[in-house]
């Protein structure tokens, strides 16, 4: 079965940066398109940033040109290099793959590993 463990969550304070890791096991990694979530308390899970197979990204509109999304196959891990953070940046943040095999983006909500643990992002002054 997949597993995702997030890692890299904290306290940062505005303007700082945070790199968050993901380390996906049970899979064939290197064959996914990869996304981050934010959720934050009474809202939904919404994607952050994706990355297909073919290395096209996608940000979500409030975290460009700030966020970047890349992977390491060697070891199993998508990363989120997360620059000049905001106090709306605070949240849970969770990985996933899409597990269709077609890599490609948007993921497919039906095709998501089951959901890790996360790890929070706090930002505050």
């Known amino acids: 079965q997949v597993q995702l463990v997030e890692s890299g969550g904290g306290l940062a304070q505005p303007g700082g940066s945070l790199t968050l890791s993901c380390v996906v096991s049970g899979s064939l990694f290197s064959l996914h398109a990869l996304g981050w979530f934010r959720q934050v308390p009474g809202k939904q899970r919404e994607l952050v940033a994706d990355?297909?197979?073919?290395?096209?990204?996608t940000y979500a509109d409030a975290v460009k040109d700030r966020f970047v999304i890349s992977r390491d196959d060697a070891q199993s891990t998508v990363y989120l290099q997360m620059n000049d953070l905001k106090v709306e940046d605070t949240g849970v943040y969770y990985c996933?793959?899409?597990?269709?095999?077609?890599?490609?983006?948007?993921?497919?909500?039906?095709?998501?590993?089951?959901w890790g643990p996360g790890t929070g992002v706090t930002v505050a002054p």
């Open positions: 990355l297909a197979l073919s290395g096209h990204t």
């Open positions: 996933n793959v899409d597990l269709s095999g077609f890599g490609r983006t948007p993921l497919d909500p039906r095709s998501l590993a089951p």
